[in-house]
């Protein structure tokens, strides 16, 4: 399958159980893959084939600085869907991770997969 992909995209957003958690937003770090046949982009060299991976980093990163979610597993699962509303992917994953969070790792987080129709 093609993918169209977005490693290492910053985005601030209130997550969290615990109240101190919840006080600001935090920077989260997501990757994103889109699953799109680009052939006929491949062939036409015309964005209207494909997916704007710009417009799915900026809708992201609203969707996220608007969402106010316990866990990371709510709000991947909300991006996934509004991925699917606003775009034609066949398949998304996230990524999803909190930097320096749990003493002694680096990050923590999660990844989701899902298809559309699934």
Request: include cysteine; glycine fraction near 6%; aromatic fraction near 8%.
């Amino acid at each position: 399958m093609d993918k169209i992909l977005i490693t290492g995209l910053v985005v601030n957003a209130v997550i969290g159980v615990n109240p101190p958690e919840r006080e600001f937003p935090q920077e989260l770090l997501l990757d994103v893959e889109l699953g799109y046949p680009l052939h006929t982009a491949g062939v036409s060299d015309s964005i209207d084939d494909s997916i704007s991976y710009s417009l799915v980093a900026k809708l992201v990163r609203q969707w996220a600085q608007e969402s106010s979610f316990y866990t990371l597993e709510a709000l991947a699962a909300c991006i996934i869907q509004k991925i699917f509303e606003e775009t034609p992917a066949d398949m998304v994953r996230i990524k999803i991770e909190k930097a320096n969070f749990v003493r002694k790792t680096a990050k923590v987080g999660i990844q989701i997969e899902r298809y559309r129709g699934i």
